[in-house]
């Protein structure tokens, strides 16, 4: 079989600005998707999400419940756990094809986009029109309020550390 990201139906455009870049892609995923290409696409999001990035697309998970961030399938449960673990977020709240929340709009900056309007179909789509604002200028000026950066955080030291307590002891009383 040839390579998996050959088969992915996705677009990526790194937008180089005055203040800085934005990445934005647009990614199709068939309904009844193969496993190995859907990982391809989840490595393409964890790659982009390093940068300042924004997903636009048709992700056709309709088995995900947003609010609660759950899934029955396993394919759709992995998106949520790479949403998860690059520091994501999925936007839309709002059905986009009957009761569904298929079209997506997944980002890496918070405020980074809003003013979020689904309308009418456009064309002879069956899916609705999301329309929305790009709020910040990317690149814009650092908080002077540090922060930490999970993305370099030893997750596995961690919870070897935490594993050491002795919980019981710490708990009482």
């Keep these: ?6 088969h992915v139906e996705s677009l990526w455009v790194r937008i180089r600005g005055n203040k800085g870049n934005l990445v934005v892609g ?5 309904p009844n998707q193969r496993e190995t290409i859907d990982e391809a696409f989840l490595l393409q ?19 995900i419940r947003w609010k609660s961030s759950m899934a029955s399938c396993r394919q ?10 690059n ?4 936007v839309i709240d709002s059905p ?10 997944v980002t890496n900056v918070s405020g980074l986009i809003g003013d979020f309007k689904i309308g009418d179909s456009l064309g002879c789509s ?9 709020l910040k200028d990317v690149g814009q000026a650092k908080s002077k309020i540090r922060t ?21 002891t710490v708990l009482r009383d």
Aim: include cysteine; proline fraction near 1%; glycine fraction near 2%.
């Design 1 to 6: 079989m040839k390579n998996s990201h050959e």
């Design 26 to 30: 647009v990614y199709y995923r068939l």
């Design 96 to 105: 986009t094809k009957g009761d569904a929340i298929l079209d997506l709009i």
């Design 148 to 168: 930490m950066n999970f993305r370099k955080a030893r997750f596995q030291l961690f919870k070897e550390l935490v594993n050491r307590i002795t919980w019981e």
């Design 126 to 134: 069956d899916h609705m029109l999301v329309e929305f604002a790009v």
């Design 45 to 63: 999001l964890q790659e982009t999400s390093h940068s300042q990035t924004l997903v636009l697309g048709d992700f056709n998970h309709p088995n």
């Design 76 to 85: 759709s449960r992995r998106l949520l756990k790479c949403i998860e673990d």
């Design 87 to 90: 520091f994501l977020s999925q």
